[in-house]
Each structure stands twice: as C-alpha cells, then as structure tokens.
C-alpha cells in the first residue's frame, strides 16, 4: 500500500509565498517521477511541474520563474515551493507519484488527497 499525503497549503495575499510538501509512504521499491498538478472550481484539472528520479524538471508556462519543485530521495518528499502568488493560482493543488512497490514489478502513479491554496487579491 502506498499513500500520499501533501501538507502546506493555506490563505494567502497576492504577491505572497506558500510552501506545499508530499510525502510518500508504504512498502515503496522505487519513486520514479513526481509532480504537482492543481484544479480550480469549474476548471480541469492540470499540471504544474515535474521532476523526474535524477532531478530534471519540467514547468507549466503560468507557473515558470514563480514555483520551484524538488525532492528529497531520502525521505520520499516533493516540494512545491510558490512564489509571486497571483488570485489565478487558487486551486486545490494535489501530487502525483509514480511508485513500484515492493509487491508489484510495476510501477504505478499515486495521488493524494489534495491541498488548498487560496490567493486573495
């Protein structure tokens, strides 16, 4: 069994910072990518930034040069870490992980429950 669990999410003013964690549990073989995706109400959901198991990162257009993802390998973490908050960024903000666990010879992709940001102007 493998779980996701984000935290870090709250209220915050336009221009301001917020700091998402996940952190992936359970009977984990290997974490190859992990990301960040985010869905407004009435919206789709959508991606925001992901990194690869070796650190290469990919970003959304509307979020480049404001967020930062990263991970901590040793402790099965990914950071989405927000800058330049704007009112458009509200969504609740969920992380995706591809895992193999320890059953299974495959790997599978993970979410967690997801965590609200809300940016007021």
């Known amino acids: 069994q493998v779980q996701l669990v984000e935290s870090g999410g709250g209220l915050v003013q336009a221009g301001g910072s917020l700091r998402l964690s996940c952190v992936v549990s359970g009977n984990i073989f290997r974490i190859n990518n992990m990301s960040w995706h985010r869905q407004a109400p009435g919206k789709y959901r959508e991606s925001v930034a992901i990194?690869?198991?070796?650190?290469?990162?990919e970003y959304a257009h509307f979020v480049k040069d404001r967020f930062t993802i990263s991970r901590d390998n040793a402790k099965n973490t990914v950071t989405l870490q927000m800058n330049t908050l704007k009112p458009e960024d509200t969504a609740v903000y969920y992380c995706e992980a591809n895992v193999q666990s320890t059953e299974m010879p495959i790997s599978f992709d993970y979410w967690g429950q997801g965590t609200q940001v809300t940016v007021s102007s």
């Open positions: 990194i690869s198991d070796e650190g290469n990162t």
